[in-house]
């Protein structure tokens, strides 16, 4: 975990420091006033690489909870949705050589859940306060590392990797049928004094876009690795902890607009633009 947490904190102290040292007003291209096809030929032009641009979008998809647990649970994927929410990103050269590096910071409405698993062998199922399952409704914002790999002019694949934090707002149990009619139902759509209602922890996944300047459609898969227990792990016994804490996925489709437009050219482009300046220029009375 440790790791973990070591390299994303690198990932975000470096592309904040190449974030901090963008200049887009810069000049990055001019022509003297004297221009022939072997000046053209012999330059030697420093490149700025496509990608430095902002954009923002709004995603929609839906969530599937996993959860891990001491003690050991059998546990079911419990799918919920809508998932949505909107993001803000900024891509750009990280110290101006690579190209594939940026920031993503944004807002979610998610969840958080369990449902438990009865054992084959045994029948038997494990229940948290007299429920086998439950369902909480989490919104939450992040900060992420985004890396895209760009293949072609229309096609991308993304990488993100970075923090999340969110507040669990509300809280739906399933008793199981042994405890129904039990003093457990008034916590059904109610937080116990133990329960934590603060989540935060580890985010990241992958993805690929559609490119067509000035709108992307992106795809993506996170996976979200909570640190926040659902409840505090010595309720029960101040001798032995019982914990549970998210572990959950998200699959959602979001379409992002161009703020600014992917800034840089290729050498080749710019010999071909400078061509063009030329014989504008000369074709003119």
Known sequence: MKRLISIALGLFSACTLSFAQVDLDKEFFSLPDTITNEYLDSLKLQVRKPNDYWMVGVYGGA??????WNPSRLTIAQFQLPVYGFSLIRQFSMFGIMPYMGLEIGAQ???????????KETGYRSTESGAYKAML???EAF?????????GEHFKLLAKLGLFGGYRTSINRVLD???KGSSYEEYQTAFRDYDLRWTYGLMGG???????NPIEIHLNVNLKWGWGSF???????????RFGYPLDGTVTLGVYYQLTPRYGHTRAQL??????MMEEEQQKP
């Open 63 to 68: 969530s599937l909870q996993f959860g891990y």
């Open 143 to 151: 900060l992420l590392t985004h890396m895209h790999f760009d293949i």
């Open 137 to 139: 409704r989490v919104p």
């Open 206 to 212: 992958l993805g690929m876009g559609l490119v067509f």
């Open 109 to 119: 409405q998610n969840y958080e859940g369990y449902e438990f698993k009865t054992n």
């Open 271 to 276: 010999r071909r633009l400078a061509r063009k």
């Open 231 to 241: 409840w505090q792990r010595d309720y029960a016994s101040p001798f032995y902890y």
């Open 177 to 179: 049928d042994a405890y």
